[in-house]
Every structure is written in structure tokens, then in C-alpha cells.
């Protein structure tokens, strides 16, 4: 249940027009691009001035989404993104829990300014910077909380295809596709009802999933043979190289979901994907785990990242080597 003084202050907020922008975090992924984007046509419907200011670029397989051509990317057109956000009155972020997740570009301007901040997010541990806070963690995805939020503010009827496809896509890409523990009866209900609303799921599913190039595959495949499996600590993890990503003409958005497959293995509870990343000079991180392993307090503790308890992310200023052997010298003695 969400804060009723919250919900009636913000529903007066927005009865009047306002310059609104609304920002998903940095590398943003389905759920960050379908929230922003599904808030966006809603904030549209009522007459809002209203932009997505997204960090960086987002992936080609949510180019399709509709709406995504109006978006404008911080590190792209840092000028026009600058006075988008200095002119807002209100700057929702959604799909993030601390403003330092839209990067070290963007992160001092947002703290220069003073609009209203709003947030709508589902990590654990949300920072104190926004004027409202809904965060819960018990929601699969940001998604099924904004259409929760929606319907609390009464606006649920002001979405429309275009908002339903968006938030249906940060739906199934934060559940596995309605497969991972917080697919609840509540959001089979949500899915119903954006079901209603007359979206062609199977269109959406395609458009997310079967879209590889034949290097994406391959790509997949080099992880795949890259990976090690620790059966003693029930662990794997799976990397790739630099130039193994050159090698398979590696884009934005194709290791998404490579993760996953370190958990599918019989008998493993914890896993983790390493990517090298030499122009950021960071090795990006990402685990995953099942049941009761932690893998938000993991990636906090040792890796500068966070999440969920079932899926987070981290980052590592090491070579990918010495990244490597810090994991495995971790969970030798302190697996979650
Ligand atoms: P992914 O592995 O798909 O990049 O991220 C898994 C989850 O962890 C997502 O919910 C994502 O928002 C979060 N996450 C990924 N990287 C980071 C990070 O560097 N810091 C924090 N706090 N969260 C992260
Ligand atoms: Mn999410």
C-alpha cells in the first residue's frame, strides 16, 4: 500500500501543467527504458511538457520502443539535456535507487539542482534525495509499481497502447519473461490488464528476443566456452575479453541475458558474468543467484555495485584477471 498523503500530493502536483522530465539509470535496461517511456506517454496524455532524459544511449533492442526516438541522451547532448533537466519543475527517476547510478556525467548536475524529485524504484535501500519515494522491493519490476502507482493516482485509464506496450516490455525483461520469484498473481492481474488494453504480446516478445545477428549468437557462444563452473562452492561465472567482444562485432545490448545461463547449470546457486570494458576502464560485473544467496550484499561489499538479492551488479578497477581471482578468492572463503 502505498503513502495515501504521498499519492494525494503528488496527484495535486500534476493536476496543474508542468515541465516534467523523467530519467532511467545509466546503461538503462527494458525496465528502466519501459517505465520512463510508459510514464512518458501517460505525463503526455495529461498536457505535461515532458521529456526522457536518459544517461547514456539504450540498447537496440528497445529501439523499437515506442517513444524511444524522443528520448535525449545525456553523454550525446549534454547541452540540451543540461537545460531540459535545469528547467524542470519535477524529475522522476525510475528503475534506480541512488543518483549516482546515472553515472559520473550526469550525477553532479542532477545534484545541482533542486526540482522536485520523484522516485518509483524496486532496489534495495533507496537513497533520501527525492521529495517522494515509492520503493518497494517486493515488485519484480519498476514497471508493475508505476502501474500500481498509476492506478493509485487514478490515471490508469490514460494508458493507452503505446504506454501498455512500454510497461508490459519492463515486465518481462525484470522477470525473466514472468518466470522469476516476484512474478506474483498480482502482476499476471497488471499483465491482464495492459493485455486489455490491446498490445500484441507475441509482437513484443519477438521484438525483444528474436531480434540476434548471427554475431550475438556467436558472441553468446564464446561466453559459453568461456565459462567455469565451481561445484564445491556451487558457483560459476562466465567472462568476456575485450577482444573476444571486438571479435563478434559486439553492439549495446548483446550480452544482455548472457548471465543467466551461469545459473542454469544443475546444482549452482551463485554466478557471475564479467565483461572487460577498456574505454571505461572497468570490468562490468553482473550476478546472479537463486534462493536465499545474496548477491546485492555481495556485489556492495566487495564489487561497488548492488540490486536485489537475486540479481545486481557491480564493477571492478582491476584487470579482468585480477577482477577474476578476487572472486574466486572470495567465495573460497565467504560464498554467500
Ligand atoms: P545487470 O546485471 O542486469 O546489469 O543488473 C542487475 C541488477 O543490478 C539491476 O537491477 C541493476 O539495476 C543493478 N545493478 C547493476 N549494476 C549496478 C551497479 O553498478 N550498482 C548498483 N547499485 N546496482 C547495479
Ligand atoms: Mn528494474
Known amino acids: 500500500m502505498m503513502?495515501?498523503?504521498?499519492?494525494?500530493?503528488?496527484?495535486?502536483?500534476?493536476?496543474?501543467?508542468?515541465?516534467?522530465?523523467?530519467?532511467?539509470?545509466?546503461?538503462?535496461?527494458?525496465?528502466?527504458?519501459?517505465?520512463?517511456?510508459?510514464?512518458?506517454h501517460v505525463l503526455k496524455q495529461l498536457g505535461h511538457d515532458v521529456q526522457v532524459v536518459s544517461p547514456n544511449a539504450f540498447p537496440d533492442f528497445l529501439a523499437w520502443m515506442p517513444g524511444s526516438d524522443q528520448v535525449i541522451v545525456f553523454e550525446e547532448n549534454k547541452k540540451k539535456a543540461t537545460e531540459c533537466l535545469q528547467q524542470s519543475d519535477i524529475i522522476f527517476t525510475l528503475d534506480?535507487?541512488?543518483l549516482s547510478r546515472t553515472?559520473?556525467?550526469?550525477?553532479?548536475?542532477?545534484?545541482?539542482?533542486?526540482?522536485?524529485?520523484?522516485?518509483?524504484?524496486?532496489?534495495?535501500?533507496?537513497?533520501?534525495?527525492?521529495s517522494y519515494t515509492f520503493s518497494d522491493t517486493a515488485y519484480g519490476s519498476t514497471c508493475e509499481l508505476l502501474y500500481m502507482l498509476l492506478q493509485e493516482l487514478e490515471l490508469d485509464s490514460l494508458i493507452h497502447e503505446d504506454a501498455a506496450r512500454c510497461i508490459y516490455t519492463g515486465i518481462v525483461t525484470d522477470s525473466g519473461s514472468f518466470r522469476f520469484p516476484k512474478t506474483t498473481a498480482q502482476t499476471h492481474?497488471?499483465?491482464?490488464?495492459?493485455?486489455?488494453?490491446?498490445?500484441?504480446?507475441?509482437?513484443?516478445?519477438?521484438?525483444?528476443?528474436?531480434?540476434?545477428?548471427?554475431?550475438?549468437?556467436?558472441?553468446?557462444?564464446?561466453?559459453?566456452?568461456?565459462?567455469?563452473?565451481?561445484?564445491?562452492?556451487?558457483?560459476?561465472?562466465?567472462?568476456?575479453?575485450?577482444?573476444?567482444?571486438?571479435?563478434?562485432h559486439h553492439k549495446k545490448g548483446d550480452t544482455e541475458g548472457f548471465v543467466n545461463y551461469g545459473l542454469s547449470i544443475d546444482g549452482i546457486d551463485f554466478t557471475a558474468f564479467f565483461t572487460e570494458n577498456k574505454e571505461e576502464g572497468i570490468i562490468k560485473i553482473s550476478f546472479r543467484s537463486q534462493g536465499n544467496v545474496d548477491v546485492n550484499e555481495f556485489a556492495r561489499t566487495h564489487f561497488e555495485g548492488g540490486g536485489h538479492i537475486n540479481a545486481a551488479g557491480g564493477k571492478s578497477l582491476l584487470s579482468l584477471a585480477d577482477t577474476i581471482k578476487k572472486f574466486t578468492q572470495i567465495i573460497a572463503q565467504s560464498k554467500p
Open 3 to 40: 503513502n495515501q498523503s504521498d499519492i494525494k500530493e503528488v496527484k495535486a502536483l500534476i493536476s496543474s501543467t508542468k515541465k516534467i522530465s523523467i530519467i532511467p539509470h545509466r546503461n538503462p535496461d527494458g525496465d528502466a527504458m519501459g517505465s520512463t517511456l510508459g510514464l512518458y
Open 96 to 98: 534506480f535507487n541512488v
Open 103 to 130: 553515472g559520473d556525467a550526469m550525477t553532479p548536475v542532477l545534484e545541482s539542482l533542486t526540482p522536485i524529485y520523484i522516485m518509483v524504484d524496486h532496489h534495495q535501500m533507496p537513497a533520501s534525495y527525492a
Open 189 to 248: 492481474r497488471v499483465v491482464a490488464a495492459l493485455l486489455d488494453k490491446g498490445i500484441d504480446n507475441p509482437e513484443i516478445h519477438n521484438a525483444l528476443f528474436n531480434n540476434s545477428s548471427y554475431h550475438r549468437l556467436q558472441l553468446l557462444g564464446c561466453a559459453l566456452q568461456n565459462m567455469v563452473v565451481l561445484p564445491e562452492h556451487r558457483a560459476s561465472y562466465l567472462y568476456l575479453t575485450e577482444s573476444q567482444l571486438n571479435q563478434f
